[in-house]
């Protein structure tokens, strides 16, 4: 019989910077490369949303938890647009941060195919805290993170045939 308290060690996952101003770059390949002890040389191109504004996406590997880590170094630069993935695996749910200047940081726990996984228990908290159905709807949509979504998807599209760059932590 497995051991129930078994965990995986590493993990995978995408740092989206969606637009960071040109004087930034090397400083969040820096917090990235500091991160993750590896070595971030980020391919940067223009983003087309917004004229002056770089973009990058770079695949990871590494320990489990390690997207919060990269959400903490990269929230110093309130100007940056970013999202983090990390990945499912065994024992652990896949997450998804999103900072937009703004709105700030939103959190949700995704599933293998990517959609916002709201708990029984936070569906809930939701139910007991709203008075009525519009309340509740837009609890709802918090919850889910549409207004980062919607703040986003121009910078998302911004991407299409950009490099990607992989940084694998060292374990160990």
Known sequence: ??????????TTGVVYIHSSPVALCPHVEWALSSTLNARANLKWTAQEAETGLQ????????????????????????????????????????????YVPGLGLWRGSMSANGDVVLGEMQLRS???????????????EAALGTAWDIALEPFRMGGAGAEVTWLTQRVG
Do not use: K
């Open 126 to 140: 939701l139910l007991d805290s709203q008075p009525d159905s519009a309340g509740l709807a837009g609890a709802i």
């Open 1 to 10: 019989m497995r051991n129930l308290n078994q965990f995986a060690e590493l």
């Open 55 to 98: 973009r990058a996406t770079v695949d990871w590997t590494g320990p489990v938890g390690t997207a919060a880590r990269l959400v903490v170094a990269l929230r110093e630069w309130s100007a940056l647009r970013f999202e983090v993935t990390e990945d499912a695996s065994e024992g652990v749910d896949g997450e998804r941060y999103s």
